[in-house]
């Protein structure tokens, strides 16, 4: 359902990619704590997968959309992605530190009734960790490789 939003936003079937293209390596990032930490999966892991999923399809929305808007100006494809990445940083990484802020004090929380919270709150810290990386290197770099593949094959990617 948000990929084809996203595809009648920009026009674009590709484009949408890569916004969920952060979604696996956000959820990768929970797997991983979960396995570092030897804790099984459960349903509340898998929540704070989805609800770091959507904070990190919207750092990319943010992010690409930006790109977007700067790519019709003279500028090269490189400095307009150095660009998007130094002027959107702020707004992205305040929106994953204020998340961290909020829900890390609850991985040390020692009461039994609160204990059940644990794995949603590692899956949707690590998770945003591991996001906001892939906001800020993976798609911008998958956005030149695209951009670069449309220019070579004459395809357009973006309206």
């Excluded at 904070?55 to 090269?76: A, H, P």
């Excluded at 030149?144 to 395809?155: K, N």
């Amino acid at each position: 359902m948000i990929y084809a939003l996203i595809a009648v936003t920009f026009r674009s079937y590709l484009q949408p990619l890569l916004f969920m293209l952060a979604v696996p390596v956000a959820w990768t990032g929970a797997v991983l704590i979960h396995w570092a930490l030897d804790l099984t999966l459960s349903f509340q892991s898998l929540v704070g997968m989805v609800a770091a999923s959507g904070v990190v399809v919207n750092d990319s929305v943010v992010l690409l959309d930006f790109i977007r808007k700067r790519r019709e100006t003279n500028l090269t494809l490189g400095d307009v992605i150095i660009e998007a990445c130094a002027d959107r940083f702020r707004p992205i990484s305040l929106v994953a530190m204020t998340m961290l802020s909020r829900f890390f004090p609850m991985l040390f929380v020692t009461s039994e009734q609160a204990n059940f919270l644990v794995p949603m709150t590692l899956s949707l810290t690590f998770g945003l960790v591991f996001g906001l990386a892939a906001t800020l290197i993976l798609i911008p770099a998958c956005y030149a490789v695209l951009e670069d593949f449309a220019r070579l094959t004459g395809t357009i990617t973006s309206s």
